[in-house]
């Protein structure tokens, strides 16, 4: 397909009900939604193939479109300004923050003309399972229409006239000023007429929930929107009858358009969860973080002595997530392949105890963890203390051999200097005197075989030619002074080597990881680059590194993994690592700002 079929990452914008999302374009379409869950099939995947992967559309024709979120809400607006006319719809999922009560998977749209008369087409053409399950369609006047394909039933009520076109219904429709028509989209319920006032009912409970969430948060500082905006994506990431935090709620945007770094992000790795809790505990949010600490304390029970953790799960705790491609579809403007599924959960990743423990660390420091909890952690140190000094895969899944990668062996010294002050601050029984000498053999690892006298700077492994941004975060995570001659070097020589006009690379793309082709800057370690500099006491510069960071988010704040040669958003989207990473440097430039 050509690729005007496609629109920009950027151009996206994202609502959920803390099961899943949908993806929004500012042309009114959702491109990408799994009912069911984050990681579940979807019902719309155009981003994935305009063809395929079936759509569902509001729009006014000939307009120039809007994007912007109600104040303090995942609530969306999409305004269409034509010649004569200006026509809106509202999107929102309607968040389910219990288990009981309700049935999630409630996708609310509402048009409506604010001003003239306002012409609208809406299209609604799903494809099940990935586009790979046929399904039958079924009219039912004065209600809607009913999907139904072997997989689910996904069922679109409202009272505007539809008409069926193959397996896809449509209308079109106009609005004189003050009109609305509501349409409600719902995954396995009945068909039934809308109620006057129902939709309406709908976003009222919803713009309260949103808005009532913001104003636990304690951030009060410069970027205030930018922060909350970054807090509000984190917790549509929460699948929230297990208290998971997920990566991304995408599969397979590419890391470069027409390459084959295309990965399915749904998934709970336990990195990037662990900055996640920080993150919102920062700002105050402790209930998402107690949340994750009780599926956290699950995992580290159910796991087996001789593996230990596993690098990611599924959002209900399952490991097994085998890699699969889907060869019948194109891929983001042709890039290929689309995965399902994550071989990563094969791999040795020794940084995520580093990780997990400083996220425990900092937890306990507000509500002191379970003793339960301390036991189950204590098992994964055991492993740890057997294991840390093997070659990995590291923090960036490399595909090219496992190495004894520096970041590793500085995030073990994390877990064991945190799990002693845990047992210090509580005084929780422990093999301290142990975990202070794995600790302080890790130290003496990347003092003595990673830094590279001749380089000035610590290396991606011991010998390795390449810098690796991920060592910005040794003063972060107290592994290093912010002003220690070697830290300084290193942040140099990444500010020379991996930095453009703001940007960070995590490392050359030489072909060393395993994997062909190119890929954009890498946004979390723009922000780290951020905080390093503040650390460093260079706030003028980090400053200005900042602002210019803020200007590649997208029109509503949002950002993905990656920036592309021309600014554009490349990777999985929206990304948590991203956004847990700006409010990071936000709150400590903030402080260092005075």
């Given at each position: ?282 700002l105050g949010f402790t209930e998402e973080a107690a949340a994750f600490m009780d599926w956290l304390e699950q995992r580290c029970k159910e796991a087996p002595p001789e593996l230990g953790l596993g690098v990611l799960y599924s959002v209900d705790g399952n ?88 970041y590793s062996a500085v995030m073990t010294w994390v877990a064991f200097e945190r799990a002693c002050r845990i047992s210090r601050q509580r005084g929780l029984p422990g093999p301290t005197n142990d975990w202070k000498d794995h600790a302080g053999r890790a ?152």
């Amino acid at each position: 397909m050509p690729a005007s079929d496609y629109p920009p990452i950027e151009e996206h914008a994202v609502i959920g009900d803390l099961r899943t999302v949908a993806l929004v374009a500012t042309d009114g379409t959702i491109d990408w939604y799994c009912p069911q869950r984050f990681d579940g099939p979807s019902v719309f995947a155009s981003l994935l193939d305009a063809d395929r992967g079936g759509s569902f559309r509001i729009h006014c024709s000939q307009s120039k479109a809007k994007q912007l979120y109600l104040p303090d809400s995942n609530v969306l607006m999409t305004r269409f300004l034509t010649p004569h006319s200006v026509g809106e719809v509202v999107d929102f999922m309607v968040p389910v923050d219990n288990d009981l009560t309700e049935t999630p998977h409630v996708v609310v749209r509402q048009a409506r003309a604010v001003r003239g008369t306002a012409g609208f087409r809406l299209r609604c053409d799903p494809r099940f399972d990935y586009g790979r399950a046929s399904h039958t369609v079924t009219l039912v006047p004065g209600a809607g229409a009913v999907f139904e394909s072997a997989t689910g039933t996904l069922v679109l009520r409202t009272a505007l006239p539809l008409r069926i076109e193959g397996t896809a219904v449509a209308c079109d429709f106009e609005l004189t000023m003050g009109e609305t028509a509501d349409i409600v989209l719902e995954w396995d319920s009945r068909i039934r007429p809308l109620q006057p006032g129902e939709a309406d009912n709908l976003f009222t409970r919803t713009l309260e929930y949103w808005q009532t969430w913001v104003r636990r948060g304690r951030y009060h500082g410069r970027w205030r929107e930018m922060v909350l905006r970054s807090a509000l994506v984190l917790k549509l990431l929460v699948y929230r009858p297990t208290g998971a935090l997920i990566a991304a709620p995408t599969t397979s945007l590419p890391e470069e358009l027409g390459g084959v770094r295309n990965w399915d992000y749904r998934y709970t790795w336990i990195r990037d969860a662990a900055f996640t809790t920080y993150a919102l505990m920062a700002l105050g949010f402790t209930e998402e973080a107690a949340a994750f600490m009780d599926w956290l304390e699950q995992r580290c029970k159910e796991a087996p002595p001789e593996l230990g953790l596993g690098v990611l799960y599924s959002v209900d705790g399952n490991a097994d997530l085998d890699e699969i491609v889907l060869d019948h579809l194109e891929g983001y403007r042709g890039s290929r392949p689309v995965r399902i599924g994550n071989g990563a959960a094969g791999q040795l990743q020794i940084d995520i105890y580093g990780e997990l423990m400083d996220s425990v660390y900092l937890y306990n420091k507000q509500v002191p963890i379970s003793f339960g909890l301390w036991e189950a952690l204590g098992r994964q140190l055991d492993w740890l203390a057997r294991h840390w000094e093997q070659p990995d895969e590291g923090i960036w899944e490399t595909r090219g051999g496992r190495q004894r990668f520096t970041y590793s062996a500085v995030m073990t010294w994390v877990a064991f200097e945190r799990a002693c002050r845990i047992s210090r601050q509580r005084g929780l029984p422990g093999p301290t005197n142990d975990w202070k000498d794995h600790a302080g053999r890790a130290y003496r690892f990347v003092q003595n075989e990673a830094w590279d006298p001749r380089k000035g700077a610590y290396m991606e492994f011991p010998g390795s030619p390449r810098l690796d941004a991920s060592l910005l975060c040794m003063p972060l995570v107290k592994f290093s002074g912010p002003t220690d001659p070697r830290f300084l070097s290193t942040l140099d020589r990444v500010g020379s080597e991996l930095v453009s006009d703001s940007l960070v690379r995590r490392y050359a793309a030489d072909g060393s990881d395993g994997l062909t082709g190119d890929e954009g800057t890498f946004n979390l370690c723009s922000f780290w680059y951020v905080e390093a500099l503040t650390r460093a006491g260079r706030t003028t510069e980090a400053r200005l590194v900042f602002e210019k960071m803020l200007t590649y988010a997208n029109h509503v704040g949002l950002y993905a993994e990656e920036i592309g040669p021309s600014g554009e958003a490349l990777g999985n989207f929206p990304q948590a690592f991203t956004h847990l990473a700006l409010i990071s440097a936000a709150i400590h430039l903030d402080r260092a700002l005075g």
